[in-house]
């Protein structure tokens, strides 16, 4: 649906750390930004950002509202603006 919430989870198999250190962390921010935020703005954070990840930018139809990292899982609170970016 247009304007629809997701709350977004994955959890390490058998309750295992997926982040295992600071730089864990780290990536998997860059990607979230690379993938979510206005195309202006990741061009503004990262230059030398490969032309082939900014055409995969989901911005206009998908924003974070709010995450948490945990060491074992992460969550995501989105906002789809066009149907069927996320499916169940």
């Known amino acids: 649906r247009d304007n629809a919430y ?3 989870y994955n959890q390490g198999v058998g309750r295992k750390e ?3 250190e600071k730089e864990d962390y780290e990536t998997f921010l860059y990607y979230l930004r690379i993938y979510t935020l206005p ?7 990262y230059p030398d950002l490969p ?3 900014l055409t995969k930018n989901l911005s ?3 924003k974070v509202l709010s ?4 060491p074992d ?3 995501l609170l989105l906002k789809q603006n066009s149907k069927g970016i996320l499916k169940k």
Not at 39 to 44: I, R
Not at 67 to 70: G, S
């Open 6 to 8: 997701y709350h977004v």
């Open 18 to 20: 997926i982040f295992l």
């Open 39 to 45: 195309p202006e703005e990741v061009e503004n954070r």
């Open 51 to 53: 032309r082939r990840l």
């Open 60 to 62: 206009d139809e998908v």
């Open 67 to 70: 995450y948490c990292l945990m």
């Open 73 to 75: 899982h992460f969550h």
